[in-house]
């Protein structure tokens, strides 16, 4: 506590650059998904989100319904032989998430509204950061 005179404040025995102490961050919750990467003739399934929400109004990956409240739980939009190709790690403000990237070649045609696009043209479907990683990892295994 410092008084009027500063001679005897109590930082003035402190190592400037240690100050100000911050308080530890708060650790954020993380919370688990499953992104499906469907791939048919050179082009894979992507659907717009919602667009209210979490990356609303975005082209993505289709998801298991993942939240920054909760772990998604929903199903596959296809039936097949899903392959996993690994998992990536995205931190958003308030919370952290590992989606599990699996992977399929359909026969078939997803369920749900989306849009088969073209391979070589993926980087211009402006997908967000969380899933362009997806992307990367599915397309590297």
């Known amino acids: 506590m410092c008084s009027s005179d500063l001679s005897h404040c109590d930082g003035r025995t402190q190592d400037p650059e240690t100050l100000p102490v911050k308080p ?18 050179g082009h894979v399934w992507l659907v ?9 109004g975005m082209r ?34 308030h919370f952290a998430l590992e989606l599990d990237v699996v992977k399929v070649e359909a026969l078939g045609e997803p369920s749900g509204k989306g849009m088969w696009w073209p391979l070589p043209k993926l980087d211009e479907a402006g997908l967000p950061t969380l899933f362009a990683k997806a992307a990367r990892l599915a397309l590297a295994g």
Do not use: Y
């Open 24 to 41: 530890p961050k708060k650790a954020k919750p993380v919370r688990k998904g499953q992104a499906f990467w469907i791939e048919r003739d």
């Open 48 to 56: 717009s989100r919602p667009g209210t929400g979490m990356l609303g």
């Open 60 to 93: 993505s990956l289709p998801d298991n319904g993942w939240s920054a409240r909760g772990d998604g739980t929903g199903e596959p939009p296809l039936d097949g032989e899903w392959m996993q190709a690994g998992t990536v790690s995205h931190t958003f403000t």
